[in-house]
């Protein structure tokens, strides 16, 4: 039986997981299609789709929300599907000012949307990506019961980015220093100034004259608003964690042939089991098909000078597919047991729907372990 | 021809997976073939660049890799600590100030400092002089990827509106000064011949230009020059999975041509890498790529 098959029909949450430029936004939309295929009302959930993708899926700049498929385009590329399919394209800064929105009474909220540091956490802190493609996840999920929720993530090189963001984001607001600052009896004027007291008024001296003065006020201030938002943020991310290592919840591991994407991969295959989450499949996308010796043999009787120019043509085909073939192979057992499909390259690049529908159903009808 | 070779701060930088580290360790090498003694550097890069040379990883201490070749990577801590400790010279107060824990975890927190520490120690290298003459003729940065190139090359911009005069402003302004003087710096980007990197080419470098960076050439990696004429394929007609890969050729070249013209319109010479029909890349790859990377550069072909 095909692994993703299985997944698609038994599975609430389908996460696609992967270094970056591998095809990874592109899978994951190819298997919602499948999923609403197979009957299940299905959520792509995408990060920063190409543009031609993203129009195939209708989705307009405005993300965030999910929409239907238009029927239009489906229509176009031939597609039935008996359960509709959504897609919808994650905005991060959006998602984090929706998360405080719902979190934070109304004076707290604007005084952390204003701050400068929440900027700073929203888009550009390593991880925030990750903890609110998570969160999202939780949510979107949580609102469709019995649905399928397929989530492409942010390019990650190393699993842990991923796994631990919400930890990360949990240890940022619950690290001594925070909780000593935050503690009622210290919330003064003076904040900014008591903040490094704890080693005497070096630490603060030292820091102001590296950070300036304003930072350093502006960074107790906008610990303070965040104050009391974390026994929320600890009980989501507990939930989230815990979606994660479910029975509802599995992981595709997408990567490419190309030798440093295989050793992320492997490596993060490594990450996602020793945490105990389950990987329905590793898939290797955009891999160089071999040839038949029969090419070769029909090469022979071409006239000359198209002889020597399709030899060539061959021999650096087959080189590519040797080197893919081989890498697959090693590829296949460094992830033992968990099972292995490739996808070929595709000679036009997969941007319409009928080319997802295609690489989709490539997926869920493809035998384990060969190329 | 370009002024890339003449300046003294080469930046490299491109969409993820385009082969910044590969043209960045092809440049440094034959800058410093050509008798400039070469400083590659590495953002937070893991050292890759310099194992793509056969040598071991480049670590957060500068190393010799041969030649003229030196090479580091410039890691946050790291860089943090020296900027630090030039600024307050005594080791025990960076300890108990940096290394207190309480203290990174607000470090992280601040917006743009790791950026600026690993950009400062970047340009502080291009004014280390040694007997009355610059340590460091080139200084070849593998940069990161488009977001995070334009935030962090930003940086100093940023900062500049914002800073309250003081220490750290100081130390922005002359990062700035170097970086937008274009007899000093100039910037590479790496693209492929395929639809997102082309579009994020045109993006970083009209961003890179509205940070008043001069943009110096565009490198075009993996490149296919044409092979096939119209003809061949109506002669392959009775081989169909020849005529397929012969297609598939055509069709590579055609999509090289067309990214070729659609990132000329940032003006600047747009210099083709051939495509190594090899896995992975490894020094031997890295030499024919500089070679044809330096042909370019000096206005060859």
Known sequence: ?371 | MTRLLGKRLLVVTGKGGVGKSTVSAALALELARSGRRTLLCEVNGGGRAAALLGHPPAGPELGHLEGELWSVDVRPAEAMREYVLQKIRFERVYRAVFENPLVRSFLRFIPSLPETVMLGKIVWHLRQREGGRPVWDAVVMDAPATGHALSFLGVPEVLLQTLPPGTMAEEVTWMHQHLVDPDITGAAVVSLPEELPIVETLELGTGLRALHLALDAVVLNQATRPRFVPGDLAALAGAPRLRALAASHVEEAGRTQSAADRLSSLDVPVIELPRLYQAGMDRAGVEILGRALLSGLAGGT
């Open chain 1, 1 to 371: 039986m095909n692994p993703l098959d299985v997944a698609l029909r038994t599975r609430g949450v389908v996460v696609c997981v992967g270094p970056g430029g591998v095809g990874k936004t592109t899978l994951a939309a190819a298997l919602a299609l499948q999923g609403g295929a197979l009957g299940r009302r299905s959520l792509v959930c995408t990060i920063d789709p190409a543009r031609r993708l993203a129009s195939a899926l209708g989705l307009s700049e405005l993300g965030n929300v999910a929409r239907p498929i238009p029927e239009a385009s489906l229509r176009g590329a031939g597609i039935r599907l008996p359960a509709p399919v959504e897609a919808m394209m994650l905005d991060m800064k959006q998602s984090w000012d929706e998360l405080i929105a719902r979190t934070a009474s109304e004076e707290q909220r604007e005084r952390i949307l204003a701050n400068r540091f929440y900027q700073s956490l929203s888009t550009a802190l390593a991880g925030s990506q990750e903890y609110i493609a998570l969160e999202k996840l939780w949510e979107l999920h949580s609102a469709r019961p019995g649905d399928l929720v397929v989530l492409d993530t942010p390019p990650t090189a190393h699993a842990l980015d991923f796994l631990d963001a919400p930890a990360r984001i949990l240890e940022f607001l619950e690290t001594d220093a925070a909780r000593w600052l935050l503690t009622p009896a210290l919330r003064g004027a003076q904040v900014g100034l008591r903040l490094f007291g704890l080693g005497g008024n070096l630490i603060g001296r030292t820091l102001s004259r590296i950070v300036g003065m304003q930072t350093l006020s502006d960074l107790s201030a906008f610990l303070l608003a965040m104050s009391g938002l974390n026994a929320s943020f600890r009980e989501r991310a507990s939930s989230v964690r815990a979606l994660l290592a479910s029975e509802t919840t599995t992981f595709v591991l997408v990567t490419s042939p190309a030798p440093e994407r295989r050793d992320e991969a492997v490596r993060f295959h490594a990450a996602l089991r020793a945490q105990g989450l389950d990987v329905a499949a590793v898939v290797v996308n955009q891999v160089h098909p071999s040839l038949a010796p029969e090419d070769v043999a029909s090469c022979r009787r071409l006239p000359e000078p198209l002889r020597t120019k399709m030899e060539l043509t061959l021999q650096e085909a087959q080189a590519l597919a040797a080197a893919d073939e081989s890498g697959v192979e090693s590829m296949a057992q460094a992830v033992s047991p968990t099972p292995l499909l490739t996808v070929p390259r595709f000679p036009e690049q997969v941007h319409d729907l009928g080319a997802l529908w295609r690489a989709g159903a490539h997926l869920v009808a493809a035998a384990p372990g060969g190329v």
